[in-house]
């Protein structure tokens, strides 16, 4: 289903596009308390909190518990509402205690003056694919992935759907940090890779596409056929001197296609947040080559209210996020990684280039991941971002 986007935007969704975050775990919420949470995001300078509410396969250290959180595929931290899915539903992996932790956290956000942000994994749960292995990501010799769903086909779009309307019903978010909702490609498995002789890069984008039923009607539209990717496959493996000019063009109708398909899911994905009152932010964290090829570029992700985009303090959004966005300007959130080598200098520097480069707001990944002594730094951030988006015109509430 697609549909215009409305000229008029409500006032509370563009303000959320706009208003700076930071990223929060769960088991975090649970132990420093829900209130001293959102004690801390305003010393960060920060408007919003965005809880981890359905993650990937991940172990975490949190330092300022000395304790190590993990997480499965598809991790769920609330309880899924069976009645809001059709023929694909998460698994029910919640804990109870750490899903109260975030109802208290949703109901302090509102008693401090906080937007509540909900960052959901969308596309990656090996209990969804295990249930229904038609729904996932196929490779291109027809092996389906363990633990991503394609977006391509009828029952993952609403799946996903399914997955804002109930997060929207349980937590009221204001705004949707949407990540992992385009096609595969290497970076987005969240898997090792296990290689010896190390995968050359325009392979590594070949033999991660998908294959499934579904995107061989949506490659078919773009003059793509699986034999096509085959031979692509064989000719980049070989290495030889002709591998290039070959692969460009199809991998350009590739594209085409693979924003097609991620158009069809943001939009009903941007509809059932809308409905709830709620603005979506996809989070593209590729290089532009592999966001391309996932179809997080241009028209794939038009329909969203923003984006979030990985940015880093020395090369700012950097030249290929700049030609992912550009074909379809919108507000753009600068999602940043706390690193040890940030100075005074440094965050200076890459915040005045993230502001001029169009960054309407940052994102600071993450208040859970960082140790006491380190939330000067998150908070300098967040300030000088704040300083420098003065000066170049968006400004951040
Ligand atoms: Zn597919």
Known sequence: MSRPRTAEVPTDRARQVGTSAVYVFPEDVLLTGADRICELAHGLGVGAVSVC?????????LPRHRTF??????????????????????GQVVDEALEAALHRLRQATDRHGLAFHAWLVVLQDAGVVASHPGAAATTFDGRPHAELLCPAGGRVRRFAADLVRDACAR?????????????????????????IDAVRR???????????????????????????????????????????????PLLDRIALARAEGVRGLIDEMRDAAHAAGAAIRPLVFADAAGARLQGAWGRGLAAADAVGIGADLSDGLGAGAREVIAPSPMPVAASLTWSPGWTPDVIDAGAAA?????????????????????????ALMASRFRSAAGRCGPSPT
């Open 53 to 61: 509410l359905r993650y990937h396969a991940s172990r975490r250290w």
């Open 69 to 90: 959180a993990h997480s499965l595929s598809g991790a769920m931290y609330w309880q899924a509402d069976a009645g809001t899915y059709g023929a694909l539903r998460p």
């Open 171 to 195: 937590f009221a978010p204001r705004l949707l940090d949407l990540e992992a909702v385009a096609f595969p490609s290497w970076p987005q498995s969240y898997s090792v890779a296990v290689e």
């Open 202 to 248: 325009e392979l590594r984008h070949l033999i991660t596409q998908c294959a499934c039923a579904s995107c061989r009607v949506l490659l078919a539209g773009h003059g793509v056929e699986p034999g096509d990717l085959r031979d692509a496959v064989d000719a980049t493996a070989s290495g030889g001197p002709d591998a290039g000019p070959e692969t460009g």
């Open 354 to 378: 993230l502001a001029s480069q169009g960054a309407h707001a940052v994102s600071l990944y993450n208040l859970s991941l960082v140790s006491s002594g380190r939330l000067e730094d998150l």
